[in-house]
């Protein structure tokens, strides 16, 4: 019988990597809080997170390999060895790569969050395959490229601080992100000033001065209408645009067709509380902007993230106290998954990079991954060319794209599919009744 003890550890079910107290009874959890001592989440856990246990202990947790022994779609499964598995895997994807090429395979991934994502994207390069996918176009990564393009830098709010004002811009911090939801209360009760952007009511819309509820997927025209009041009205930082930006003239006559009535028209919110607004954001500095999710799944993502970029610069919210500040990187791993020596992207030549699935939708250079609808065309319509394999990691395609009997049929006719995932998903769809038949 061992002695009860508690192990300090980390969250990694997102990238916010909260700290956590584990609670062991004769070696085994039982317990799981936050830890009240991490300068990041400071004792708060998420839903997700302090569901960990649950997903330690859910009795279709995967333990071992299984492999299909009936045709596709029976559900008919068998355990095999972990040697088995890796043997089966490698001799089949190997295969295709020798009758087909190596891009007849392509690799798909949630989002597992952090180095275990990047991974995949390494097993792919070195494999051969230029066809990499993620869900990273609706998903964080418009937000960093459209940062980058614009400062330079991924800023982050400066809540401590505390800012004078804060928009939240399509997210939930409290059911997504527990640790900036508490700063942000913190600030309120300190009297910041807060705007809530968002076409959904939760609880920070009713603290919010100002609630914009705009019509969804309209955010881009939102923003440049919030720019176009701020310099016609010459609240923007004279000193800052002077000093850091080019282009202002182009942005100036760009946004004069953002007027108030056309914002409205769009967006359905009323040009008196989008006047209001940009004013009182403009007027009340230092301020942030917390962005999420909810700008990112749009058709305008990559440009309304640039728009929001450019509204905090030219605010003056850039580099200061309670404004967007660039965090240091911790280093060690982390740095290390974000190298392209580390994904060895150098393996794939230009040429074959070139090629890739989605070399013709016109996607920016530097987006290396390949888009879901691509994969699907390239299945079953054989565009740009066919593809007979896939290696899935992370990710329920049938619940996750657009068009779920497109993808069931995709998805029957790969020549062979391995997928790696935590839970059998198989026997929850049986369990709770969701298993339906797509014809």
Not at 196 to 209: F, M
């Amino acid at each position: 019988m061992l002695k009860p003890q508690t192990i300090r550890s980390t969250c990694r079910l997102c990238y916010n990597a909260c700290g956590v107290l584990i609670h062991m009874e004769n070696g085994k959890p039982t317990f799981l809080e936050g830890d009240p001592n991490n300068p990041i989440n400071k004792g708060n856990l998420c839903k997700k997170g302090s569901a960990s246990l649950e997903y330690l202990n859910h009795p279709d947790r995967l333990k071992h390999p299984l492999r299909r022994t009936d045709s596709k779609g029976k559900g008919s499964w068998k355990r095999i060895s972990w040697d088995e598995a890796l043997e089966i895997t490698a001799q089949e994807l190997t295969g295709l790569k020798e009758k087909y090429g190596a891009s007849s395979v392509v690799f798909m991934r949630g989002a597992a969050k952090g180095l275990q994502d990047d991974y995949l994207a390494r097993f792919a390069n070195i494999f051969g395959s230029p066809n990499i996918s993620a869900p990273s176009q609706i998903c964080f990564v418009p937000g960093i490229h459209a940062s980058n393009i614009t400062y330079g830098y991924y800023a982050f709010p400066d809540y401590e601080y505390p800012p004078k004002c804060i928009i939240v811009w399509g997210t939930n911090p409290e059911a997504t992100q527990v640790n900036q939801h508490a700063e942000i209360l913190d600030a309120l009760k300190r009297g910041t000033k807060l705007i809530v952007i968002d076409p959904v009511e939760y609880d920070l819309c009713k603290k919010a001065d100002i609630w914009l509820r705009l019509r969804p997927s309209t955010d881009l025209a939102l923003a440049l209408g919030l720019i176009n009041i701020i310099l016609a009205e010459n609240l923007y930082d004279q000193a800052f645009v002077r000093t850091w930006t080019i282009g202002f003239d182009r942005l100036r006559s760009h946004v004069k067709n953002y007027t108030l009535e056309e914002v409205e028209k769009i967006t359905w919110v009323p040009k008196e509380k989008i006047l209001k607004a940009a004013r009182l954001f403009s007027e009340q500095k230092p301020g942030c902007i917390q962005w999420g999710n909810g700008i990112e799944t749009t058709i305008n993502s990559f440009q309304a993230c640039r728009a929001i970029a450019i509204l905090r610069s030219i605010t003056g919210n850039l580099g200061v106290p309670g404004g967007e500040v660039k965090w240091s990187d911790p280093g060690g791993v982390i740095s290390a998954s974000r190298s392209p020596e580390f994904l060895c992207q150098q393996n794939i030549p230009p040429e074959v990079r070139a090629k890739r699935l989605s070399a013709s939708d016109d996607m920016m250079p530097i987006i290396f991954y390949i888009t879901h609808q691509r994969i699907l065309k390239a299945i079953l319509k054989g565009d740009p060319y066919q593809v007979y394999g896939a290696y899935i990691k992370g990710g329920n395609m049938l619940i996750s794209y657009p068009n779920a009997k497109e993808t069931y049929k995709a998805l029957m006719k790969l020549k062979f599919l391995v997928v790696a995932d935590m839970v059998h998903r198989w026997n929850i769809m049986k369990r709770y009744s969701l298993l339906y038949k797509i014809s």
